[in-house]
């Protein structure tokens, strides 16, 4: 969303749709997403890591949610995907 390059709104999406058709599995009735085991025979592991629920759907959410809190506003992200106020981190 910074860049303004809508390239990567197309890709975020594509990420998105991926997620959704090949990721997606029902865990005990509740919807999840399994990580990859093998890239090459597309078979998937019985888990999902922690990072994914705390850093990829949360930048997915800042991307494409327009009135979220730190949209437009001068944060700064750490590796994390934790806000950081920009002025106060100088």
Known sequence: RAT?????????A????????VHRVD?????AYASTKNALAQ?????MPSFFLAET??????????????NGAEYVFSTEA?????????
Not at 4 to 12: E, H, I, Q, V, Y
Not at 14 to 21: I, K, M, P, R
Not at 27 to 31: K, R, S, T
């Open 4 to 12: 303004r390059d809508p390239s990567w709104l197309w890709a975020a």
């Open 14 to 21: 594509n990420v998105v749709e991926t997620l959704e058709a």
């Open 27 to 31: 865990a005990c009735g509740v919807p």
């Open 43 to 47: 078979t998937l592991d019985d888990e």
């Open 57 to 70: 759907t949360k930048y997915l959410f800042l991307l494409f949610d327009d009135d979220n809190a730190v």
């Open 82 to 90: 934790h806000p950081f106020n920009a002025v106060q981190v100088q």
